[in-house]
């Protein structure tokens, strides 16, 4: 890590040491960088906030499209990397529930995971979808409803 990087990241220490920081003053801090530094290493910041403070560099990725760009591109590959390790287990209850013509399900699951880490995980097929009568579903398709509620496409017998 290079001289003018290794400053800005003790200076976000010192920043997010103080008790009552928040977003704005983190992204206050970031823009303040962009105007004393020749450079700022954004991937070394968002490294050093998600091992001192993950919860607030995910509210700091809601109101910073790039923050929020690059989180999304580095936690597909860590999934990747750990699907065998990661799952997600969701229960949901297809009891009154009909089937479309061709036996999908539509459910909706609210969660407080990051829709980054939703899509990754469907991508590498750690969703597993179980139903309180039928055991495993057949996870077939997602997709967004709002921040942190989703539409489940699940059909029933065990997922291949």
């Known amino acids: 890590m290079g001289h003018e990087a290794t400053k800005i990241i003790e200076e976000l220490e010192f920043l997010l040491s103080h008790p009552a920081i928040n977003v704005m003053h983190v992204e206050r801090f970031y823009n303040n960088c ?5 450079t700022v290493p954004l991937f070394v910041i968002v490294e050093h906030m998600k091992k001192v403070k993950p919860k607030l ?9 790039t923050v929020q760009s690059l989180l999304s591109e580095m936690e597909p590959a860590q999934d990747e990397e750990n699907s065998s390790k990661r799952k997600i287990n969701i229960h949901v209850d297809l009891s009154g529930l009909f ?19 939703v899509n990754a995980h469907f991508k590498t097929k750690s969703l597993h979808v179980f139903d309180k009568h039928d055991g495993q579903l057949n996870l077939v398709g997602i997709s967004q409803l709002d ?9 029933k017998g065990r997922k291949t």
């Not at 560099?57 to 499209?65: A, D, G, H, Q, R």
């Open 34 to 38: 962009l105007f004393l530094y020749d």
């Open 57 to 65: 560099l995910k509210e700091w990725s809601v109101t910073n499209k």
């Open 99 to 117: 089937p479309s013509p061709n036996g999908i399900y539509q459910v909706t699951w609210e969660t407080e995971i990051e829709e980054p880490n």
């Open 147 to 155: 921040i942190n509620h989703y539409h489940l496409y699940v059909k």
